[in-house]
């Protein structure tokens, strides 16, 4: 933790929480003329697309697991260099995943490679990591000791599978490959995504109202609409009038003393309401501490690097 150079951490699976998260922050930022440096989880993936393919299949055949949940797919140790560097110059090496045809050709790439590493620009407020591993702790790595805001994004464990599901088909896979799929991913998932929830500051769960019991077999993933979200104030509920927050968003309520449930429509409200002191309390102490009195308004704001990079 730096509270200079101060790190927030999304961490989670799930492509749409994350996203709205990120939604959300952007709009903080843009109104307290916040600059952050905008890091992918998947930018520090083992393996692009096709290397990929060719070692899930060498692994099933060695009866071994392999996936972009678990450290065998990814470079954990690069990312925690990442955050130890950021923590102590505002600055650190990072890469794209180039998810996207329009993305990989502006950078003259394939869809599938990852960009060279680059520096990131110094004239930041914050970094803002968006990706599986916010809070992973594997053997000597322990990324979850960096993030001086971790925010855990998770989905019920069949509407995890349901979206993931929905994405691969899309993607062409098979209703067979996606079942394989769904197994390589299982053990890492149990090993070193749910953990991690466990160390976050608060956590956003969206819990479906809906029938998602056989996740292999749905007509339509379920919106936010159909889902209520539950918030676990977890390290932070001494910092909260619950009381004021339940008259802030509505139809919430409270179902123990740190956790709240509201309708996913209010999801991004919520989480703008809920967050916004706790990343004015960051900048505040890092401007203090850098000497900004004042922040001219042509600097700009906003998250920078997005680069169609929300997509896990």
């Given at each position: 933790?730096?509270?200079?150079?101060?790190?927030?951490?999304?961490?989670?699976?799930?492509?749409?929480?994350?996203?709205t998260i990120t939604q959300a922050l952007q709009h903080i930022f843009y109104r307290e003329r916040?600059?952050?440096?905008?890091?992918?989880?998947?930018?520090?993936?083992?393996?692009?697309?096709?290397?990929?393919?060719?070692?899930?299949?060498?692994?099933?055949?060695?009866?071994?697991?392999?996936?972009?949940?678990?450290?065998?797919?990814?470079?954990?140790?690069?990312?925690?260099?990442?955050f130890f560097q950021y923590a102590a110059t505002g600055t650190g090496q990072f890469r794209y995943?180039?998810?996207?045809?329009?993305?990989?050709?502006?950078?003259?790439?394939?869809?599938?490679?990852?960009?060279?590493?680059?520096?990131?620009?110094?004239?930041?407020?914050?970094?803002?990591?968006?990706?599986?591993?916010?809070?992973?702790?594997?053997?000597?790595?322990?990324?979850?000791?960096?993030?001086?805001?971790?925010?855990?994004?998770?989905?019920?464990?069949?509407?995890?599978?349901?979206?993931?599901?929905?994405?691969?088909?899309?993607?062409?896979?098979?209703?067979?490959?996606?079942?394989?799929?769904?197994?390589?991913?299982?053990?890492?998932?149990?090993?070193?995504?749910?953990?991690?929830?466990?160390?976050?500051?608060?956590?956003?769960?969206?819990?479906?109202?809906?029938?998602?019991?056989?996740?292999?077999?749905?007509?339509?993933?379920?919106?936010?609409?159909?889902?209520?979200?539950?918030?676990?104030?977890?390290?932070?509920?001494?910092?909260?009038?619950?009381?004021?927050?339940?008259?802030?968003?509505?139809?919430?309520?409270?179902?123990?003393?740190?956790?709240?449930?509201?309708?996913?429509?209010?999801?991004?409200?919520?989480?703008?309401?809920?967050?916004?002191?706790?990343?004015?309390?960051?900048?505040?102490?890092?401007?203090?501490?850098?000497?900004?009195?004042?922040?001219?308004?042509?600097?700009?704001?906003?998250?920078?690097g997005f680069k169609g990079q929300l997509v896990l």
């Amino acid at each position: 933790m730096s509270a200079e150079f101060p790190i927030v951490a999304i961490t989670g699976a799930s492509d749409h929480s994350t996203t709205t998260i990120t939604q959300a922050l952007q709009h903080i930022f843009y109104r307290e003329r916040i600059k952050a440096v905008y890091v992918s989880g998947s930018g520090f993936h083992r393996y692009d697309r096709k290397t990929m393919r060719a070692e899930l299949l060498k692994a099933r055949q060695e009866e071994r697991n392999l996936s972009h949940f678990g450290p065998e797919g990814n470079h954990f140790d690069k990312l925690e260099s990442l955050f130890f560097q950021y923590a102590a110059t505002g600055t650190g090496q990072f890469r794209y995943y180039l998810h996207s045809d329009q993305f990989a050709q502006e950078i003259g790439l394939e869809p599938g490679t990852f960009s060279p590493w680059q520096q990131m620009d110094p004239d930041n407020d914050l970094l803002l990591y968006r990706g599986l591993h916010g809070a992973v702790i594997h053997g000597d790595v322990d990324i979850s000791s960096y993030p001086d805001l971790l925010i855990g994004a998770i989905p019920s464990i069949n509407l995890e599978m349901m979206r993931r599901i929905d994405r691969d088909l899309k993607q062409g896979l098979s209703h067979e490959e996606v079942r394989q799929v769904v197994l390589d991913r299982l053990s890492d998932y149990v090993n070193y995504i749910t953990p991690q929830f466990g160390r976050t500051h608060i956590n956003f769960q969206i819990m479906p109202m809906v029938d998602t019991s056989n996740p292999f077999q749905f007509e339509e993933v379920p919106s936010l609409d159909e889902c209520y979200i539950v918030i676990h104030f977890q390290k932070i509920a001494k910092r909260f009038e619950m009381p004021r927050l339940l008259k802030l968003i509505p139809n919430a309520f409270m179902t123990r003393r740190d956790q709240m449930v509201m309708p996913g429509a209010q999801m991004k409200t919520a989480i703008e309401i809920i967050l916004m002191p706790l990343i004015q309390e960051l900048i505040a102490e890092s401007r203090r501490i850098k000497g900004i009195a004042e922040v001219a308004p042509e600097r700009g704001a906003g998250i920078l690097g997005f680069k169609g990079q929300l997509v896990l």
